[in-house]
Protein backbone atom coordinates (compact mmCIF):
# COMPACT_ATOMS: atom_id res chain seq x y z
CA UNK A 1 0.00 0.00 0.00
CA UNK A 2 1.42 3.36 -1.01
CA UNK A 3 1.98 5.67 1.31
CA UNK A 4 -0.40 8.32 0.37
CA UNK A 5 -3.08 5.67 0.27
CA UNK A 6 -2.22 4.73 3.92
CA UNK A 7 -2.45 8.62 4.97
CA UNK A 8 -5.76 9.23 3.14
CA UNK A 9 -7.00 6.11 4.74
CA UNK A 10 -5.86 7.21 8.51
CA UNK A 11 -7.31 10.70 7.84
CA UNK A 12 -10.49 9.78 6.49
CA UNK A 13 -10.35 7.13 9.64
CA UNK A 14 -9.74 9.89 12.02
CA UNK A 15 -12.42 12.47 10.71
CA UNK A 16 -14.78 9.66 10.92
CA UNK A 17 -14.57 9.45 14.70
CA UNK A 18 -14.60 13.46 15.28
CA UNK A 19 -17.97 13.59 13.04
CA UNK A 20 -19.76 11.53 15.38
CA UNK A 21 -18.61 13.35 18.41
CA UNK A 22 -21.21 15.88 20.28
CA UNK A 23 -19.63 19.06 22.14
CA UNK A 24 -21.23 20.45 25.21
CA UNK A 25 -21.58 23.65 25.24
CA UNK A 26 -22.20 25.23 28.45
CA UNK A 27 -24.59 28.03 29.27
CA UNK A 28 -25.27 30.09 32.06
CA UNK A 29 -28.94 31.23 32.21
CA UNK A 30 -29.69 33.96 35.19
CA UNK A 31 -32.79 33.08 36.84
CA UNK A 32 -34.87 35.75 38.12
CA UNK A 33 -33.24 36.41 41.62
CA UNK A 34 -30.08 37.12 39.17
CA UNK A 35 -28.81 33.42 40.37
CA UNK A 36 -26.76 31.93 37.63
CA UNK A 37 -27.20 28.09 36.91
CA UNK A 38 -24.87 26.39 34.32
CA UNK A 39 -26.04 24.51 32.23
CA UNK A 40 -24.35 22.02 29.66
CA UNK A 41 -26.37 22.02 26.70
CA UNK A 42 -25.89 18.50 23.95
CA UNK A 43 -27.65 20.54 21.29
CA UNK A 44 -29.51 18.23 18.61
CA UNK A 45 -32.21 19.34 16.02
CA UNK A 46 -35.07 16.91 17.17
CA UNK A 47 -38.37 18.18 18.84
CA UNK A 48 -38.08 17.14 22.22
CA UNK A 49 -35.21 18.57 24.53
CA UNK A 50 -34.46 16.46 27.32
CA UNK A 51 -34.01 18.91 30.81
CA UNK A 52 -32.00 16.50 32.85
CA UNK A 53 -31.46 17.58 36.64
CA UNK A 54 -28.58 15.57 38.73
CA UNK A 55 -29.60 13.47 41.74
CA UNK A 56 -27.33 13.76 45.28
CA UNK A 57 -23.80 12.33 43.68
CA UNK A 58 -24.48 14.80 40.80
CA UNK A 59 -23.32 13.98 37.03
CA UNK A 60 -20.47 11.61 36.00
CA UNK A 61 -18.93 10.87 32.61
CA UNK A 62 -21.46 8.47 31.67
CA UNK A 63 -24.07 10.72 32.22
CA UNK A 64 -22.84 12.98 29.58
CA UNK A 65 -21.76 10.30 27.42
CA UNK A 66 -25.80 8.96 27.21
CA UNK A 67 -26.72 12.68 26.35
CA UNK A 68 -24.12 12.33 23.40
CA UNK A 69 -25.84 9.33 22.23
CA UNK A 70 -28.86 10.97 22.71
CA UNK A 71 -28.43 14.09 20.72
CA UNK A 72 -26.85 12.30 17.65
CA UNK A 73 -30.14 10.86 17.85
CA UNK A 74 -31.90 13.94 17.48
CA UNK A 75 -32.63 14.55 21.14
CA UNK A 76 -31.05 17.55 22.44
CA UNK A 77 -30.24 17.54 26.49
CA UNK A 78 -29.92 20.12 28.73
CA UNK A 79 -27.91 18.56 31.98
CA UNK A 80 -28.08 21.13 35.50
CA UNK A 81 -26.87 20.25 38.52
CA UNK A 82 -28.86 22.73 41.07
CA UNK A 83 -26.82 21.54 44.26
CA UNK A 84 -23.69 22.50 42.66
CA UNK A 85 -25.56 25.97 41.40
CA UNK A 86 -26.59 27.12 44.53
CA UNK A 87 -23.65 26.28 46.10
CA UNK A 88 -25.07 23.35 48.38
CA UNK A 89 -23.25 20.63 49.72
CA UNK A 90 -24.10 17.18 47.93
CA UNK A 91 -26.38 15.05 49.30
CA UNK A 92 -30.30 13.98 49.82
CA UNK A 93 -30.82 16.65 52.46
CA UNK A 94 -29.89 19.68 50.21
CA UNK A 95 -32.35 18.35 47.23
CA UNK A 96 -35.10 17.91 49.75
CA UNK A 97 -35.19 21.91 50.71
CA UNK A 98 -34.50 23.12 46.73
CA UNK A 99 -37.78 24.93 46.22
CA UNK A 100 -39.07 24.36 42.55
CA UNK A 101 -38.52 28.14 41.71
CA UNK A 102 -35.28 27.05 39.20
CA UNK A 103 -36.88 24.12 37.37
CA UNK A 104 -39.72 26.12 36.77
CA UNK A 105 -37.58 29.41 35.47
CA UNK A 106 -35.17 26.59 33.09
CA UNK A 107 -38.58 25.20 32.13
CA UNK A 108 -39.88 28.69 30.97
CA UNK A 109 -36.19 29.61 29.66
CA UNK A 110 -35.70 26.30 27.83
CA UNK A 111 -38.99 26.28 25.78
CA UNK A 112 -38.79 29.67 24.78
CA UNK A 113 -35.29 29.56 23.28
CA UNK A 114 -35.59 26.43 21.73
CA UNK A 115 -39.43 25.92 21.14
CA UNK A 116 -39.29 22.08 21.76
CA UNK A 117 -41.47 19.88 23.80
CA UNK A 118 -39.73 19.57 27.39
CA UNK A 119 -39.37 16.38 29.01
CA UNK A 120 -37.74 16.19 32.74
CA UNK A 121 -35.61 13.72 33.56
CA UNK A 122 -34.07 13.21 37.43
CA UNK A 123 -33.84 9.78 39.34
CA UNK A 124 -34.03 9.69 43.40
CA UNK A 125 -33.75 12.69 45.38
CA UNK A 126 -33.11 14.69 42.34
CA UNK A 127 -36.49 14.30 41.58
CA UNK A 128 -38.06 16.34 44.13
CA UNK A 129 -37.39 19.52 43.20
CA UNK A 130 -38.17 18.72 39.76
CA UNK A 131 -41.73 17.44 40.73
CA UNK A 132 -42.18 20.87 42.55
CA UNK A 133 -40.81 22.51 39.78
CA UNK A 134 -43.28 20.93 37.36
CA UNK A 135 -46.12 21.76 39.32
CA UNK A 136 -44.76 25.19 39.97
CA UNK A 137 -45.06 25.65 36.29
CA UNK A 138 -47.84 24.39 35.73
CA UNK A 139 -49.60 26.15 38.06
CA UNK A 140 -48.42 28.79 36.29
CA UNK A 141 -49.51 27.62 32.69
CA UNK A 142 -52.27 25.55 33.22
CA UNK A 143 -52.92 25.29 29.41
CA UNK A 144 -49.57 24.34 28.68
CA UNK A 145 -49.11 21.37 30.09
Same mark, same amino acid.
Do not use: C
Given at each position: @? *???? &????????????????? +???????? @??????????????????????????????? &?? &???? %????????? *? +???????????? &???? !???????????????????????????? *?????????????? %??? !???????
Amino acid at each position: @M *SPLL &RYTLLLLLLFAQFKSFT +WAAPAIPV @MSDKTEIEVEIFAAKGKYLLLWFASAPGFHE &RH &RQVA %QQLALHGYE *S +WQVDLTDALFLP &RGSQ !SLRKITGKYVAELINQAQHKTGKTIILV *SNSYGAIPVLRGAY %QWQ !SQKPDSA
